[in-house]
């Protein structure tokens, strides 16, 4: 069984519905899952006063599972700290989708908002448009980001993917803004296409590979070797890769691999590499 | 509104009243023998304890660094949520809250007063803003003098006296309570980039030592008649080794006590009782800390203890925030308040996996459990620096329970267990001792007449806790004391319920105490210290002191001086 809903109409203020979840859901009936406090706003409202909710035949793998149709790019805290079971949303979703999530799998076909992910520990989030800034970061003033699970992107990418990020995965297949991976302490972000530069700003640990264009480096890093190819979870990427490490500033020892036929341009520091040694 | 108290165990540390079943009345927000009125409320507290209110000594709770602290922590506020209700506001915040909430969450614990323990003179009006906004409980600030440039001027030219009038001055300007002493000289020395090594390092460009500061003031206090002792933040809190100096401080105003009134109290003295070379060689030093003090009457200390959270520390202790930035790399504020004092704030997590943090937590404990007279050592986690002041029951179970302490002790450091002192402690604090080490202890250690007892005249500040001591055992079932302790059944404030079964049901707004010094000579403000002013402060002088109608209940507490 599971729960379909969709958007009675556009919203103007923002809807907190952290309610949105398997976990919720699923130890309900339909009448008290109508009944569920959401926020519009500063006003409180039930969930069926703003949303057409109905019982259907939706299953997956993962269990109990929610249909979500419509533009829900005012909704946030979708699929807040979910642990199980799947969410489908066919349209836009909102900030904080999957925030604080511990498993289970949300798959989005369109567009997300900002802070996908955040603080996530486990589970998968896949987006088939673009997302906001702050793709698996942490709170405001928190240092403790994403610490598991995957989030997959197919668009692209806004700023600060991966701010504060501990662990898991972020695989953006387009591009992405500037400052991915800032205070990045574990963990591995891939992205596809190109960046707007200051990748690993602060970083200390974990890994971020780029296959496209970065416009340049920070000064604090620094070149180690060129890889043939590197491992991205499960997967191995065919390089060649600058390999460079940083952000010394931090005295990190954060690994950044940059495509090596994309950039031409940093060409340059492989004068700094150490030369083989020849016997 | 009278009320009758019917039938509660009554804990009474100050008028020698343990358990006993007695009946409290109350009227015109005092503690009577007799109602005049004959319509009363009667409160039916059989199976109950009853104590008087909490007495806080010391708790940064209002000012500028708390401020800075809420503004550098949104992650605090976002995961500790107060809603309004239709009597009181909202707020936010965990270790740093709001000041609405830190109001209403003292008193759902049944606390009615507390000392908010460091004020740069400059902050003064933020700081007392602050507590006008602080609902229900009764509160002071103490100024901070040790790092003082007209106290330092003062104490190199030996001019006790005249410093004693500028310091009566200085507490009638700020509205303050007591002399508060950070890292003295340290501070300073922190302007210059520097700090104190130990309490004979003179200050720099002052050239004095913090033993001739600490001693000075120690005298001034004596002179002004102060209600409380100078309460001192020692020179090298938490670095390992400090026990020593913790020891020198308390031994160098050993003989200017008279008979066995204290003359010092070292606050938060968990973070200044480390042994040890470095974080790798670090022990407990509570041992000799709590033997000098069981053999010297001159002192009291109060715990600091540790909580394993997520916390904010905030000080004027400028150098040791830094060294904690570099010890966690986490975001700080560090600042030089003019010519005044510093001040610095880290966010820090005390884990229990870490060796360091399970001997601080055991410090503390030690601390409370070796020294054997109540009345000198009080309950206090340094809120925020060591843990929220919402964990004292917590705190509480610790104290009444060795089986509590075990439990915690199962999921310390391995090493820190095997170390520490503490599993060998005994010791369980009785209910009686409880009430002195939270309330009557420390309002005596503060000077507080009306407070801390419930003997006829006293303020009614009523705490009643839910919890049946002839059918519960503390040292068993303490989790059913923790559990009433942080909910108290009844919080009377003034004579007025302003908590029942837990939640605010009346907001009143409590009063400010401050020290009014009357002294035999006219201090008059120099022409130098204006001149100063202009020159060196943001602030112009006659812009600066705290009228006394700045103050929403202003409460001042005379004492006659012997200058």
Redesign the interface.
């Known amino acids: 069984m599971g729960i379909l809903i969709s958007p009675k109409r556009l919203f103007d203020v923002p809807v907190h519905a952290r309610c949105i979840t398997p976990d919720t859901f699923s130890t309900l009936s339909l009448s008290e899952i109508l009944n569920l406090e959401v926020h519009e706003g500063n006003r409180k409202r039930k969930l069926k006063e703003l949303f057409e909710v109905s019982t259907g035949p939706y299953t997956s793998p993962e269990g109990f599972t929610i249909w979500m149709k419509g533009d829900f790019s005012k909704v946030r805290y979708i699929g807040y700290g979910m642990s199980t079971g799947k969410i489908v949303l066919e349209g836009v979703a909102g900030m904080h989708l999957g925030e604080e999530m511990k498993g289970g799998f949300i798959q989005v076909y369109g567009d997300a908002g900002s802070w996908v992910g955040s603080m996530m520990q486990g589970g998968r989030i896949e987006v088939f448009g673009d997302v906001g800034d702050y793709t698996g970061a942490?709170?405001?003033?928190?240092?403790r980001g994403m610490r598991g699970g995957e989030i997959i992107v197919h668009g692209n990418a806004l700023n600060e993917t991966g701010c504060y990020m501990r662990g898991g995965l972020i695989k953006v297949y387009g591009s992405v803004g500037q400052f991915t991976g800032m205070h990045m302490h574990g963990g591995t972000i891939m992205v596809g296409g190109e960046t707007e530069g200051r990748d690993g700003a602060e970083m200390t640990k974990g890994k971020i590979v780029i296959l496209g264009r970065v416009p340049s480096l920070l000064p604090t890093f620094k070149i180690e070797a060129i890889k043939p190819r590197v491992k991205v979870g499960e997967e191995r990427v065919e390089g060649p890769f600058y390999m460079f490490t940083g952000d010394l500033a931090?005295n990190g020892e954060g690994k950044l691999y940059v495509s090596k036929n994309n950039n031409p341009h940093l060409k340059e520091f492989e004068k700094y590499l150490s030369p083989v040694k020849v016997k | 509104m009278a009320l009758l108290i019917r039938n509660g165990y009554v804990y009474d540390p100050m008028n020698g009243i343990d358990g006993e079943k007695m009946d409290i009345l109350v009227e015109g927000g005092k503690i009577v023998d007799k109602l005049k009125s004959a319509e009363y409320e009667v409160i039916d507290a059989s199976g109950m304890i009853v104590m008087p209110g909490g007495v806080d000594i010391h708790s940064h709770i209002a000012g500028s660094e708390v401020n800075a602290g809420r503004l550098l922590r949104p992650e605090d506020h976002a995961k500790d949520v107060e809603l309004k209700t239709e009597i009181t506001r909202s707020g936010v915040g965990y270790s740093v809250p709001s000041t609405f909430t830190t109001g209403y969450r003292y008193a759902k614990m049944g606390y009615t007063t507390v000392m908010n323990p460091s004020m740069p003179p400059l902050e003064a009006k933020h700081t007392h803003e602050e507590l006008c906004d602080t609902p229900i409980i009764d509160k002071a600030t103490y100024p901070l003098l040790g790092d003082w440039w007209f106290v330092l001027e003062y104490l190199r030219d030996g001019k006790i006296e005249e410093c004693a009038l500028h310091v009566a001055w200085m507490l009638y300007a700020t509205k303050g309570y007591a002399i508060k002493l950070v890292n003295p000289g340290g501070l300073e020395a922190w302007g210059f980039g520097r700090n104190v090594r130990d309490i004979d390092d003179p200050v720099p460009y002052f050239n004095v030592t913090p033993r001739e500061i600490i001693r000075g003031l120690c005298k001034v206090n004596k002179l002004l008649h102060l209600p409380h002792t100078i309460h001192v933040h020692t020179n090298n809190l938490g670095k390992p080794g400090n026990y020593e100096t913790t020891l020198q401080t308390m031994k160098c105003v050993e003989d200017l006590s008279s008979g066995d009134k204290p003359c010092i109290h070292i606050t938060h003295c968990q973070f200044s009782a480390f042994k040890g070379v470095d974080w790798r060689e670090f022990y407990s030093g509570a041992e000799d800390i709590a033997k000098y003090v069981n053999f010297h009457k001159h002192v009291t200390i109060d715990m600091g203890q540790v909580i394993f959270t997520d916390t904010t520390t905030m000080t004027a202790d400028g150098p040791f925030q830094y060294i904690l930035h570099e010890l966690t790399g986490n975001k700080w504020v560090n600042h030089d308040v003019e010519t005044e004092t510093s001040s610095g704030i880290v966010p820090f997590r005390y884990r229990r996996r870490s060796y360091v943090h399970s001997i601080q937590w055991c410090i503390g404990l030690e601390l409370a459990l070796l020294i054997r007279d109540p009345w000198r050592i009080f309950l206090t986690t340094d809120h925020p620096n060591a843990g929220p002041f919402t964990s004292y029951p917590q705190v509480i179970g610790w104290l009444i329970s060795r089986k509590a302490r075990e439990e915690t002790l199962s999921k310390l450091n391995k090493r820190a267990r095997e170390t520490a002192l503490l599993p060998s402690i005994d010791r369980e604090y009785s209910l009686y001792e409880v009430a002195i080490a939270t309330r009557a202890g420390q309002a005596r250690a503060l000077g507080l007449k009306d407070k801390g007892h419930l003997g006829v005249g006293g303020d009614a500040d009523i705490a009643i806790y839910d919890v049946d001591p002839r059918k519960i055992d503390p040292s068993t079932q303490y989790d059913e004391y923790v559990k009433a302790f942080s909910k108290a059944a009844y919080t009377i404030k003034e004579g007025e319920i302003v908590v029942r079964n837990g939640e605010v049901v009346k907001v009143l707004d409590g009063k400010t105490y401050w020290v009014k010094v009357s002294s035999n000579s006219e201090y008059e403000v120099s022409e130098d210290m204006k001149r100063r002013f202009t020159e060196y402060w943001t602030v112009q002088f006659d812009n600066y002191p705290v009228s006394e109608a700045y103050l929403k209940r202003s409460k001042p507490v005379q004492v006659e001086s012997e200058v």
């Open positions: 942490a709170y405001r003033g928190s240092g931090e």
